[in-house]
């Protein structure tokens, strides 16, 4: 199993990223996907799910409506649509598959 997270930078508040998550090594289109993330000196955090079909998608309470969760079983990937970032937003994002974690991408919200 293979997930590489991309697509994490600076964004000012207020901002827009998206990232994404290529895997590999596993059926896609049958799995549930999470995202999570960890800021500096905190526990990891859970962000939102997604199941094969990306028919049921839910959320951490933090998001409020913020951020999207999707995916595309043709290209195996999973999306992370999020718009109105917040400085408390800046973390580390994790794509999670079962036991399996990616290296993180970074995600910096500043002015």
């Known amino acids: 199993v293979q997930l590489v997270e991309s697509g994490g930078g600076l964004v000012q508040p207020g901002g827009s990223l998206r990232l994404t998550c290529a895997a590999s090594?596993?059926?896609?289109?049958?799995?549930?996907m999470r995202w999570y993330r960890q800021a500096a000196g905190k526990e990891r955090e859970y962000v939102a799910f997604?199941?094969?079909?990306?028919?049921?998608?839910t959320y951490g309470d933090f998001v409020k409506g913020r951020f999207i969760i999707s995916r595309d079983n043709a290209k195996n990937m999973v999306f992370l649509q999020m718009s109105s970032l917040k400085p408390e937003d800046t973390a580390v994002y994790y794509c999670?598959?079962?036991?399996?974690w990616g290296q993180g991408t970074q995600v910096t919200v500043s002015s």
């Open positions: 999670n598959y079962e036991q399996h």
């Open positions: 090594g596993f059926i896609f289109s049958n799995s549930y």
């Open positions: 997604i199941d094969g079909s990306g028919g049921f998608t």
